[in-house]
């Protein structure tokens, strides 16, 4: 190998071992996105009620609705068939037969929301106005015994909703699960 | 009439296959072939090799999973049309000219990005395994399910994905401080969506735009997904719309309610992230017969979402015994990697079994101490050895041994 060659190798090294540390040059072609598009599209819902929109809703308003646009697939007052079962199996997750519902498993109620808004009814999903989601949503933590059928389900009290299985999952990552 | 003609198909097929033994000339090469097509397809006698045992939830047609036939295929790469696929609700058309990725959140750019605009950006390309977390699911279940490899096994596949590197972007937007967590989103029905850790975004996360050479096929994410080496496959999420960075996990439906893995202590584990080491022989294989006794080659696939395949034991003695398996180079981390032990059988009914580790020193379980130690509830991270039975006349059976 030649000095020349042995150079070429050597900024050859060098600009590589630049690309891993991430100097990697991109086109830059995204555009700026605007707060209107952004809103469009954001519709996820943190545990901390971040992201839940206005509105309302309680069990009273969710039970019509539910019958409606739920019941086809989740059955009368979310005992399931022919799809999930919502509602029950309280005290059975460490039984030979554990029955995983709303009620009884799901950890966060900012979730019943965040999915019932995003994924549901499953013919037509984000159809259902605000105001819709919030009483479903309130139906459902309702029949599982979490709140009265008036409490009030906003951006405000969906958050402080205590689920009954919340603090029974143990977070693995970063370290290993098995 | 009828007989006449069918007799008369029956006497046309001996007699064509007796001239294509030598010495004769077969007729294939007595006039020219077909011409050349548009798409290749597999041999038309090959027909009969597919995914399989297609499940959606009742009153659906696309919710739910169809799996890779694991035992009639060979080597690593999976081809694209036979890629498991599992949907949540349905494949959707969607029209690259008309897709957008949106990166928004904690980062001080937010980006929208077309599909034309990716594929100018620097690629690489990386060959791994994809696996749904609740694959060889049924091997929680008390009795060994009467189903092939495939059936049981067939939520892995693997492919050489090519895309860029979700760091360039994440880059472009410029993180915000406390920005530790990315939730994405699919642009499907379901607008399924995940929690990421950033560490895993900045390390070897891509957004996929090709699958062995071409541009994704639509059931698995066209015309671009996320893809997390070695994670389990649901949180690579298909159709990527969206990456919002945030500060915590955003606790969706399909990180709480599913791909959690209850214990039998009614406790439940979250955020198992890696695909555990896992090994079976996919020939022979369930639903096999083998022809007498002689010299068989033992065919399977290791793989495991924590590292690289450092050894694969084989016992054809059900367990008295391992050989260690000659692995086919090269050997890739998180990718399927093919195995292979020669195998005199003798003619007696016995038990075969693969037991695989990694370069982190993880070791398969057998079923019967991960049972005890996880239960039977469980859906997701099932990575026991699987047991093969072989009887005296050759036939092979799932079994717990």
Redesign the interface.
């Known amino acids: 190998m030649s000095m020349r060659e042995v150079a070429c190798a050597a900024l050859v090294l060098i600009l590589s071992g630049c690309a891993g540390v991430?100097r990697?040059?991109?086109?830059?072609?995204?555009?700026?996105?605007t707060a209107a598009?952004?809103a469009g599209?954001?519709?996820?819902?943190?545990?901390?009620g971040?992201g839940l929109p206005p509105g309302s809703g309680t069990a009273l308003k969710g039970a019509p609705i539910y019958e409606q646009k739920c019941q086809?697939?989740h059955g009368a007052k979310g005992a399931g068939q022919?799809?999930d079962r919502l509602v029950g199996g309280h005290g059975t997750?460490?039984s030979?037969t554990?029955v995983?519902t709303?009620g009884s498993?799901?950890?966060?109620a900012?979730?019943v929301f965040?999915?019932v808004r995003?994924?549901m009814p499953?013919v037509q999903?984000?159809s259902l106005t605000n105001d819709e989601v919030y009483a479903v949503t309130a139906y459902l933590l309702h029949l599982n015994g979490i709140i009265g059928e008036a409490d009030e389900m906003n951006a405000q009290t969906l958050p402080t909703v205590k689920m009954p299985n919340r603090d029974?999952?143990?977070?693995?990552?970063?370290g290993?699960?098995? | 009439m009828a007989a006449l003609a069918a007799s008369g198909l029956l006497m046309r097929r001996t007699t064509d296959a007796a001239a294509a033994e030598p010495p004769e000339v077969p007729a294939w090469m007595k006039s020219p072939g077909a011409g050349f097509t548009d798409y290749g397809a597999p041999a038309k006698y090959e027909s009969k090799v597919t995914r399989t045992l297609a499940r959606s939830?009742?009153?659906?047609t696309g919710?739910g999973a169809i799996r890779t036939p694991l035992e009639a295929l060979e080597g690593t790469i999976t081809p694209s049309g036979l890629h498991f696929e599992r949907s949540?609700?349905g494949v959707p058309d969607i029209d690259p000219a008309k897709h957008r990725l949106?990166?928004?959140g904690m980062v001080k750019?937010?980006?929208?990005?077309?599909v034309d605009?990716?594929l100018?950006?620097?690629m690489v390309s990386r060959v791994h395994f994809i696996e749904c977390a609740g694959n060889s699911q049924l091997l929680y279940q008390p009795n060994p399910p009467n189903l092939t490899a495939g059936q049981t096994h067939g939520l892995v596949s693997c492919s050489e994905w090519t895309g860029v590197?979700l760091?360039?972007?994440l880059?472009?937007?410029g993180v915000e401080r406390g920005g530790s967590w990315i939730?994405a989103?699919g642009a499907d029905?379901?607008?399924m969506?995940r929690s990421i850790?950033m560490?895993k975004a900045m390390d070897d996360a891509m957004l996929a735009l090709f699958q062995n050479g071409e541009r994704l096929r639509p059931e698995n994410g066209y015309p671009l997904r996320l893809f997390l080496p070695g994670w389990e496959g649901n949180m690579s999420v298909k159709w990527l719309?969206?990456l919002?960075v945030?500060s915590?996990?955003?606790?969706?439906?399909d990180e709480?309610?599913r791909y959690?893995?209850?214990q039998?202590?009614?406790?439940?584990?979250?955020?198992?992230?890696?695909m555990?080491v896992k090994s079976l022989i996919t020939r022979p294989s369930h639903g096999m017969t083998l022809a007498g006794s002689g010299l068989y080659q033992i065919s399977g696939l290791a793989w495991s979402g924590?590292g690289t395949i450092r050894k694969v034991e084989v016992t054809t003695d059900g367990g008295r015994s391992w050989v260690t398996a000659a692995l086919d180079a090269p050997v890739r981390p998180r990718a399927l990697t093919r195995f292979r032990v020669p195998w005199r059988w003798d003619g007696a009914a016995t038990v075969l079994k693969s037991r695989a580790t990694d370069d982190a020193g993880?070791v398969q379980?057998e079923r019967e101490k991960f049972i005890v130690e996880?239960g039977?509830?469980a859906i997701f991270?099932c990575?026991v050895i699987q047991a093969w039975s072989v009887a005296a006349n050759g036939e092979v059976k799932h079994v717990y041994a």
Request: hydrophobic share 35%.
């Open positions: 991430g990697v040059e991109t086109p830059n072609l995204g555009r700026a996105a598009e952004i599209w954001d519709i996820s819902v943190g545990p901390d971040v086809a697939c022919p799809n997750l460490a030979k554990p995983r709303v498993y799901w950890p966060y900012t979730t965040d999915y995003r994924s499953y999903p984000q029974n999952f143990i977070i693995v990552y970063p290993r699960g098995r | 939830q009742a009153g659906t919710s949540h609700s949106l990166i928004h750019r937010p980006l929208v990005f077309t605009a990716l100018r950006y620097p590197p760091r360039l972007l880059e472009e937007a939730l989103e029905a379901a607008a969506s850790p560490a719309r969206r919002k945030v915590a996990p955003t606790m969706t439906k709480t309610s959690t893995d209850l039998a202590d009614g406790k439940a584990l979250m955020f198992t992230y890696p555990e924590e993880h379980p996880h039977n509830n991270h990575n």
